[in-house]
Nanobody, 118 residues
Framework: QVQLVESGGGLVQPGGSLRLSCAASANIFSIFYTGWYRQAPGKRRELVAAITSGGESTSYADSVKGRFTISRDNAKNTVTVYLQMNSLKADDTAVYYC?????????WGQGTQVTVSS
């Protein structure tokens, strides 16, 4: 069973930045596209950023385009996927998760809470 571990969340003021990290217990991210998803209270989980298995192409939801950057570190035996979040807004408050795209790993990780508030 593949385990996903997200980290890096926290409380930040509007306009601030955070960098999220995601690691998988198996080298699955070297095979599949990887994405960062988020779920705000009372809302459905949504995909906000995705990156190809080789890291050559990325895509973003309109709501985060120009502010978020997804990247990956392809080490020999593991892949870490990052989400750099700049110019954060209150609407970015959510639990952030990583998974393949489409989301094939079940169960999801515990996620990391991002709260944007003054």
């Amino acid at each position: 069973q593949v385990q996903l571990v997200e980290s890096g969340g926290g409380l930040v003021q509007p306009g601030g930045s955070l960098r999220l990290s995601c690691a998988a217990s198996a080298n699955i991210f070297s095979i599949f596209y990887t994405g960062w998803y988020r779920q705000a209270p009372g809302k459905r989980r949504e995909l906000v950023a995705a990156i190809t298995s080789g890291g050559e192409s990325t895509s973003y939801a309109d709501s985060v385009k120009g502010r978020f950057t997804i990247s990956r570190d392809n080490a020999k035996n593991t892949v870490t996927v990052y989400l750099q979040m700049n110019s954060l807004k209150a609407d970015d408050t959510a639990v952030y998760y990583c998974n393949t795209v489409p989301a094939n790993i079940d169960p999801w990780g515990q996620g990391t809470q991002v709260t944007v508030s003054s």
